[in-house]
C-alpha cells in the first residue's frame, strides 16, 4: 500500500536543446543535456499526513505541518473572565511564535471540543472551569493527555513542547 507524493518527470533533451544547456562527453563532443524534474503535489502530501495518523474522532497534526499549533477554547463566551483569559493567551501565544486558533463562537462546549478534535490542531487550550485557580486545561490532541497550567506558564510552556516536537 502506498500513497503517490509526488512524481518524476523525464523531459529528454526538448528543454536543454532549446536553452543550449550541454554537457561535453569524453570525445570532446558537446550534447545537450538529459533533463527531469521532480514534482511534490503538496496538497497529497496533507491528504497522506491524514491518512497516516488519526483517530475516532478526527485528524491528529503532527505540529511540523498543522495549520495551526493550538487552539483556545472558550467554553462559555459570556463569562468575561473566560474571554480576557483566552485573548491574553492569544496573543502571549502568537507573540511566542505559537500559531493560535481562537473559538470563541457560541456554541456549547462540547461541541468546540469534538471540532477542535476533527480539525486536529495539536494543542487545546481550555479557560474553564479551573480559571478560579488562575489554570487552564492543556490537552495534547494526538495523546488526548491533559493537565492544568498556570496562566503565566501556558505560552512558555507551549512554545517548548513545539520546539520539541520540531526537532
Known sequence: RGIEAGHIFQLGTKYSKAMGATYTNEAGEENPLYMGCYGVGVSR??????????DKDGIIWSPA????????????????????????LYQQLWQAGVETLLDDRDERAGVKFKDADLIGIPYRIVTGRSLKQGKVEVA???THQSQELPLDQVASTIKQ???????
Open 161 to 167: 513542547w513545539l520546539d520539541a516536537a520540531l526537532r
Open 65 to 88: 505541518i498543522a495549520p495551526y499549533h493550538a487552539i483556545i477554547t472558550v467554553p462559555n463566551i459570556s463569562d468575561a473572565k473566560q474571554m480576557d483569559a483566552a485573548e491574553t
Open 45 to 54: 502530501l496533507a491528504q497522506a499526513a491524514v491518512e497516516q495518523s488519526y
Open 140 to 142: 495534547v490532541r494526538a
